[in-house]
């Protein structure tokens, strides 16, 4: 499935997404904005590579992130909300996890999080979680992070069971 995919929906539902990265740095963004016309449904996107801003900018917990470190389901989840949250998007999409060479936080190489959150019937509305052991050097891992990604997304778009 595609970035291509993924916004067609988003535009034939009339929503919104935003985007919160770590471990990608931009490239999931990037898949996004090459589509033409991504400006319909793309609202932006952050990239809060370093902990803090995790954080001070999208909200997660400071605590979880004490305790647990940025390479964790939840924190994936918070980023999600947050940037939702942070950008007025319909949908929020985020990565976390460890692209390597060395691993973060306790978690391998490979440990990687994707998650998306929505509005829906409930206030604060829903999160699904991807947890992911990627293989591969550095660029390949994030190449897979972001199709994961979109993946997550189309499902969520789809109705399917997601997490």
């Known amino acids: 499935m595609s970035a291509e995919a993924a916004l067609a929906e988003l535009v034939g539902a009339e929503a919104t997404l935003a985007v919160a990265e770590s471990l990608t740095g ?27 801003l995790k954080g001070s900018v999208l909200g997660v917990d400071q605590e979880l992130l004490a305790a647990r470190g940025a390479v964790d389901p939840d924190v994936a989840a918070q980023m999600a909300r947050g940037v939702r949250l942070l950008m007025g998007a319909d949908f929020g999409l985020a990565t976390t996890g460890v692209a390597g060479p060395d691993p973060q936080d306790g ?47 189309l499902s969520a778009l789809e109705g399917k069971p997601v997490g």
């Open 107 to 153: 978690q391998p190489v490979g440990t990687v999080f994707v998650a998306v959150s929505y509005r829906s019937e409930g206030a604060e509305g829903a999160e699904s979680v991807s947890a992911l052991r990627l293989s591969g050097d550095r660029a390949t891992i994030r190449r897979k992070a972001v199709s994961a990604a979109v993946e997550l997304l």
């Open 26 to 52: 931009g490239l999931l963004a990037a898949e996004f904005v090459a589509v033409p016309g991504a400006s319909k449904a793309f609202r932006g996107s952050v990239t809060a590579y370093a902990t803090e």
